[in-house]
C-alpha cells in the first residue's frame, strides 16, 4: 500500500462528521471534545463498503404485495415484560439496539430469552467478549438447556454472516457490536468506521434473510450509546438498560421503536437466577415506603399503556455555607431549580438558605410533569417537618405563576391508586374526569386550583 493512501483523520463520535484537523469543537453537531483520531485507509474490497441493499428487489406498487395475517410477524420473547418494551415482540427482519451500563444485566436477560424460545426457535449467540466457557457457566445458573441455541465466539463479520448462512436461525444476538470487525478495515474494532461498516453488513443480512437480530452495544461515560450517533439511526429498536447496578430494580425503556411505542418500559428485579419481571411494579415499588415520615409523598406517572405509583422523598436542612446543595437523584434538576423558586414566590417559604435533597425511591426517573404537585408536597413537608397521610396521592402539573394544571390519562391513575388502597387522591381542578370509575365509598378525591391551596393540606 503507497504510503500517500494512509492519512489520519478526525471522526465526531455524536454525529461521525469528518474533520481534516483536530478542533475542541465539531463544526457540524457543535458537540464539544467528541473529536477522535483515527487512521483513514483505502477499503480493500470496494464492495464492502456501501452493501447494495436492493440489489435484489424492484419496484413494486403497495397493492400488489400480499401479507399473509396468519404468518407470526413477531417473536414472543416468553417475558411479558420485555415485549412491552419492544411493542409486542420482536419482529422478524428488525434490528434490536440494547445497550446499558456494564454489569447491568444486558447478557443475562439475552440468555434468559434464549431459554424461553429454544424450545421452537433456532437462535446463533455471538460473543466477542466472553469465552464459551463464561457463558457456559452463565447459561447452567440461568438453567438453560442449550438445545437449539448456538454458540458461536467470533469477532469478523464475515465469519459470522457465513455461520448465519449456514445455521440460518430464528433470532441472532450479537454480543457486542464493539467486539466485531471487518478485515477490509484496518482500523482497530470498536472504532467509529469499524462500527459503522459491521452494523452496515448485519442490517443487509437481517432485512435480506428476514430473522430477527439483537445487538448489544457499550455505553460512554455519559451513559450514551458508544460509537457514532447515526448507529441508533441505522437500527429498527433502541432499548436501553435503566438503574443502578448495586439496586435491585432495573428498568427497560424504548427510546426508538419503527414498531411499537417508546412510552413502555419493563421492570425487573435482579435475582440469584437473573432477572425477575415486575408485572406490578407500582406494589414492588412502595413496598418498603415507611409511615408517619415528614418529607414523603407518593405521585402516578404514566409509562405508556400504564400508570405506575412511585415515592418521592425530600430533605430540607439548614445550612451554614453560602451557597446552599442542591442533590437531585431521578428527577430533572432544572425542573426541581424551577419548582424551588416557585414555592419561594408564590408560597414565601424561602428555602435559600436550606440544602435541598430530592430522590425517587426504587431508582425509577420521572421525566413526567405530573410529578410537580408531589416534589413541592414533599418539600413542604421535610421544611415545615408535617408528615403527609401515607394513603395519599398527589398528581398536578404546576405552573410559573403557581397554578395546578391539568394532566392526562387521571381516570386510569385515580383507578391504580384506589387498586392499591390509597384513600386520597390531590388532582388539578380543571382535569377532574367526568366519568369516573368504580371508587370504593371511603375514597377521597381533592382537587385543587393553586399552590396555595396546598398549604391548607398541611394546616
Known amino acids: 500500500m503507497a504510503k500517500n493512501d494512509v492519512k489520519t483523520i478526525y471522526v465526531c463520535s455524536e454525529c461521525g462528521h469528518v474533520h481534516a484537523k483536530w478542533a475542541g469543537k465539531c463544526r457540524e453537531c457543535g458537540s464539544w471534545d467528541t473529536l477522535t483520531e483515527e487512521v483513514s485507509m483505502p477499503i480493500k474490497t470496494a464492495s464492502s463498503l456501501t452493501p447494495n441493499y436492493f440489489s435484489s428487489s424492484e419496484p413494486q406498487l403497495i397493492s400488489s404485495i400480499s401479507t399473509d395475517l396468519n404468518e407470526e410477524v413477531r417473536i414472543n420473547t416468553g417475558i411479558s415484560e420485555f415485549d412491552r418494551a419492544l411493542g409486542g415482540g420482536i419482529v422478524k427482519g428488525s434490528v434490536v439496539l440494547i445497550s446499558g451500563e456494564p454489569g447491568i444485566g444486558k447478557s443475562t436477560i439475552l440468555l434468559q430469552i434464549c431459554k424461553s424460545i429454544s424450545e421452537n426457535k433456532k437462535i446463533l449467540y455471538v460473543s466477542g467478549e466472553e469465552s464459551s466457557t463464561q457463558i457456559k457457566l452463565r447459561a447452567q445458573r440461568l438453567s438453560v438447556s442449550g438445545e437449539n441455541v448456538y454458540l458461536l ?4 463479520i464475515d465469519v459470522i454472516i457465513s455461520y448465519i448462512d449456514k445455521i440460518s436461525p430464528d433470532l441472532v444476538i450479537i454480543d457486542s457490536i464493539q467486539t466485531v470487525f471487518t478485515p477490509s478495515l ?7 468506521t469499524q462500527v459503522k461498516q459491521c452494523a452496515l453488513s448485519i442490517i443487509k443480512k437481517t432485512k435480506d434473510s428476514g430473522i430477527a437480530t439483537v445487538i448489544v ?3 460512554n461515560k455519559d451513559g450514551g450509546i458508544a460509537g457514532p450517533k447515526v448507529l441508533e439511526h441505522m437500527v429498527d429498536v433502541v432499548l436501553t438498560f435503566e438503574g443502578e447496578r448495586s439496586q435491585f430494580y432495573r428498568l427497560i425503556r424504548a427510546s426508538k421503536n419503527r414498531f411499537g411505542s417508546t412510552n413502555e418500559i419493563g421492570v425487573f428485579e435482579m435475582g440469584d437466577k437473573g432477572l425477575i419481571q415486575i408485572t406490578d411494579p407500582s406494589r414492588a415499588l412502595l413496598s418498603e415506603k415507611p409511615k408517619n415520615v415528614s ?19 425530600a430533605l430540607v436542612s439548614k445550612t451554614v455555607f453560602p451557597a446552599p446543595k442542591r442533590v437531585v437523584t431521578g428527577l430533572d434538576f432544572n425542573r426541581v431549580s424551577i419548582l424551588l423558586a416557585v414555592i419561594e414566590k408564590r408560597l414565601g417559604i424561602y428555602l435559600s438558605s436550606q440544602d435541598v435533597y430530592l430522590n425517587v425511591i426504587g431508582g425509577l426517573r420521572l421525566d ?3 410529578s410537580d404537585l408531589a416534589i413541592v408536597m414533599s418539600l413542604i413537608s421535610a421544611y415545615r417537618n408535617i408528615e403527609i397521610d401515607d394513603k395519599t396521592v398527589a398528581i398536578g402539573e404546576i405552573g410559573l405563576l403557581g397554578e395546578v394544571r391539568s394532566v392526562s390519562f387521571v381516570a386510569s391513575r385515580i383507578k391504580e391508586a384506589s387498586r392499591l388502597g390509597y384513600k386520597r387522591i390531590i388532582i388539578p381542578k380543571s382535569a377532574l374526569p367526568k366519568d369516573l ?7 377521597e378525591i381533592v382537587t385543587v386550583k393553586s399552590i396555595t391551596e396546598i398549604l391548607k393540606l398541611f394546616s
Not at 465466539?153 to 469478523?156: A, G, I, K, M, V
Not at 418529607?295 to 422523598?313: D, F, Y
Not at 370509575?437 to 375514597?443: G, I, K, T
Open 368 to 370: 413526567e410533569p405530573s
Open 217 to 219: 452495544g457499550h455505553v
Open 153 to 156: 465466539c467470533e469477532t469478523n
Open 437 to 443: 370509575p368504580l371508587l370504593p365509598q371511603d375514597f
Open 295 to 313: 418529607g414523603s409523598c407518593t405521585v402516578c406517572v404514566h409509562e405508556g399503556s400504564r400508570p405506575i405509583l412511585a415515592e418521592i422523598q
Open 186 to 192: 484496518d482500523s482497530i474494532p470498536g472504532s467509529i
